[in-house]
């Protein structure tokens, strides 16, 4: 359950948001969906906004297993994260959170790569989904067996900080979208019944 904090304030001056990551690419997934919302939803222009990277726990493992998992991971960040700066200012509307994660799903054989957002204002917190890949199975098995995919991805292509740049959905997408893109779609999904009128 969500603490409230204050009432949702979307049409009215928005000055920050809070992103619960010190990931570079989740900062810009964030700041690409205020630009894309911005001007027609609220008197603060989008390159007036704030948008904060926060260093905060997930509250669940590195390596999240299971949606369930990975959702909580996604909600304890934006929760944390407007919990870090809600007392700096009254400005601050939205905390965002943003986990990925590794899953088995129903509808597929193999390990699934999965991606949930979190958006939080105070009041409420509302969730939205990015695409799930399917991990090859060289990688699936070190995954399965312990390891984090990030740096396994890193091993087997000879890169550092992968997922701080395209990410496995680059890699697994042969470049079509990558991580920020990806994540994207996941943060729009949450913040969709902040400013639209059918929820």
Known sequence: MVTPKRPCRVGADMERVAVG???PVKVA???AVLDELGGSLRSVPADEMTVESVPVGSGVSEQPRGREETLAGAENRARNALDTIADD???TDYGVGIEGGVADLETGPGLWLVM???VTDGE???RGSGPSLRLPDPVAERVRDGEELGPVLDDRLDTEGLKKD???AGVFTGGAIDRESALVHAVAGAF???VTDHY
């Open 124 to 126: 409420r917190i509302e």
């Open 29 to 31: 997934a964030t700041r």
């Open 116 to 118: 949930w957002a979190a």
């Open 166 to 168: 395209a990410g496995a």
């Open 192 to 194: 969709g019944p902040f």
């Open 89 to 91: 200012t009254a400005d």
């Open 21 to 23: 990551s010190t990931n």
